[in-house]
């Protein structure tokens, strides 16, 4: 499916975030903040290099 996502213009980004057992392990409270805070960042990043 991507090759053909790719050919026709549509760009693509895989995201790995932290899902919410690794938080609660890490002691992150609340356990959703990290993986809502990589998200952020994603879109951030993705916005970042929208023209290229």
Do not use: N
């Not at 693509?12 to 998200?39: C, F, M, N, S």
């Amino acid at each position: 499916m991507l090759p053909a996502l790719l050919k026709s213009g549509i760009s693509v980004v895989l995201v790995e975030h932290r899902l919410i057992q690794k938080t609660i392990a890490d002691g992150v409270t609340p356990p959703v903040k990290a993986p809502l805070h990589d998200a952020a960042r994603t879109v951030q990043f993705v916005r970042s290099k929208a023209s290229e």
